[in-house]
C-alpha cells in the first residue's frame, strides 16, 4: 500500500506540469578577416568578441543577441530604428557623442538590418568611431557593434562592414 501511494503521489506531480517548448539560440555565422582574433573583455553581455592583430590599427568588435520572444516579455514593442536607438542609447551620453549616419534599415539576404555610424570624443579614451548593425531573423535581434579610432574610420569600415555582411544563419 505503501508503494502504491508513493506511486500516485510521483504520477500526480508529473502530470501537474504542462509542456511547453523554449527556444534557445540559434546556430549563426560570423567570419572575420585575417588580421582579427577571437577575445574577451570587451562587453560582459556578448557572445563572439574579436579584435584587430598588429599591424592594423586597434579596433575592436562584439555581437550580442536577444531573443525576441523575451523582448516580448520585457514589453519592449520595438521597431529596428527604436531598437537600434535604444542600443546605443549608452554612447549618447558620452562626451562629444554625434551621429555620422543616423539609423537607418536595408534589407538583405533576407534579414532586416538596421545601421547606425557615430562618434564620441571622450577626453579618456579620445575620439571614437562606431558602426553598430542590428540584425532580425525570425526569432532573434542581433546587435554587431564595431569601434576603431576616428582617425582609422577609413582603413577599418571595409573590414567592418566585410564582418557583417558575412553574418549568416546556418
Do not use: W
Not at 510521483?10 to 582579427?36: M, N, Y
Request: charged share 20%; glycine share 4%.
Amino acid at each position: 500500500m505503501k508503494n502504491l501511494i508513493i506511486i500516485v503521489a510521483l504520477f500526480s506531480c508529473i502530470s501537474s506540469f504542462s509542456q511547453q517548448k523554449i527556444r534557445g539560440a540559434e546556430a549563426f555565422t560570423l567570419s572575420i578577416p585575417k588580421g582579427f582574433q577571437r577575445t574577451i573583455g570587451l562587453n560582459d553581455y556578448a557572445t563572439i568578441q574579436f579584435e584587430s592583430l598588429s599591424p592594423k590599427p586597434n579596433s575592436y568588435g562584439f555581437v550580442i543577441f536577444e531573443h525576441k520572444d523575451e523582448l516580448k516579455l520585457a514589453e519592449a514593442h520595438l521597431d529596428m530604428i527604436d531598437y537600434t536607438l535604444n542600443s546605443i542609447e549608452p554612447y549618447t551620453e558620452k562626451q562629444g557623442f554625434k551621429y555620422i549616419k543616423q539609423p537607418y534599415i536595408s534589407y538583405q539576404k533576407g534579414f532586416n538590418y538596421a545601421y547606425a555610424e557615430f562618434e564620441t570624443n571622450d577626453p579618456e579614451s579620445g575620439n571614437i568611431y562606431f558602426l553598430q548593425t542590428v540584425i532580425e531573423t525570425k526569432s532573434f535581434i542581433y546587435q554587431i557593434l564595431q569601434y576603431c579610432s576616428l582617425e582609422n574610420k577609413d582603413i577599418m569600415k571595409n573590414d567592418f562592414v566585410t564582418i557583417v555582411n558575412s553574418f549568416k544563419l546556418d
